[in-house]
């Protein structure tokens, strides 16, 4: 069945790149996101990739999607305090791409 | 506009007791959800509904849980009876199938904690 595999944690000092990497199993996901939740809050859609795009660049987020690995990376450039907040990976469960699978989520600690 | 909108945020029961979680998906939207988050399992998807129509429910862990949608502008998970390994934060999310169809819009969550 489906299933999204991400780090646990990661620890990075303010002004750092960030990377956040997940690998997926359904292949035939059109589509693969990227969510994000902070404290005590549902999660929101921070981005997303169209599974034939390698990379997707939006301001200091970068996602690079590896079709052939399965594997999907967030990059965050010049990591802010504000970035402190749970990340997760999402792959379709359905043929629609309405419902989505999402791994356990990254913790991501920016110290100042 | 209002977002997704989750009752009770937070509910403390006892064990065999009934809980009732709702939610009041965004207007217009035509998908429903309903996650669990733990430490342990992180984010669970146990149903999600379609025009008001359940479409996979098998993410629901035992017949102690039930959901419904009889409008499309309200849903209700249901556990009875309930029991301490039920404890989490229970999510509703809605979504209108667009570009990207996976866009789903959560609600602030329902945190449960049955002693």
């Known amino acids: 069945g489906e299933d999204v595999e991400q780090s646990l944690f990661l620890s990075v000092r303010e002004g750092d790149s960030s990377v956040i990497n997940c690998t997926y199993t359904?292949?035939?996901?059109?589509?693969l996101y990227w969510y994000k939740q902070e404290p005590g809050a549902g999660l929101q859609l921070l981005t997303y990739?169209?599974?034939?795009?390698d990379m997707k660049q939006d301001q200091r987020l970068t996602v690079l999607l590896n079709k052939k690995d399965k594997h999907l990376s967030l990059r965050i450039a010049d990591t802010q305090t504000g970035d402190s907040a749970i990340y997760f990976c999402?792959?379709?469960?359905?043929?629609?791409?309405?419902?989505?699978?999402f791994g356990k989520g990254t913790t991501l600690s920016v110290s100042s | 506009d209002a977002g997704v909108i989750q009752s009770p945020r937070h509910e403390v029961t006892e064990m065999g007791q009934e809980v009732t979680l709702r939610c009041k998906p965004i207007?217009?939207?035509?998908?429903l959800f309903w996650y669990r988050q733990t430490m342990m399992r992180g984010l669970e998807l146990l149903i999600y509904?379609?025009?008001?129509?359940?479409?996979?429910d098998s993410g629901m862990p035992e017949d102690r849980f039930s959901a419904k949608m009889p409008n499309a502008s309200f849903s209700t998970l249901k556990i009875q009876p309930s029991e301490p390994r039920d404890s989490a934060v229970y999510f509703c999310?809605?979504?209108?199938?667009?570009?990207?169809?996976?866009?789903?819009?959560f609600g602030e969550g329902s945190r449960l904690t049955v002693l």
């Open positions: 999310a809605s979504s209108l199938a667009g570009i990207p169809p996976g866009e789903l819009f």
């Open positions: 359904d292949s035939s996901s059109t589509y």
């Open positions: 990739i169209f599974s034939n795009m």
């Open positions: 999402a792959e379709t469960l359905n043929q629609a791409g309405t419902a989505l699978i």
């Open positions: 207007s217009g939207h035509n998908s």
């Open positions: 509904f379609n025009n008001n129509v359940p479409i996979d």
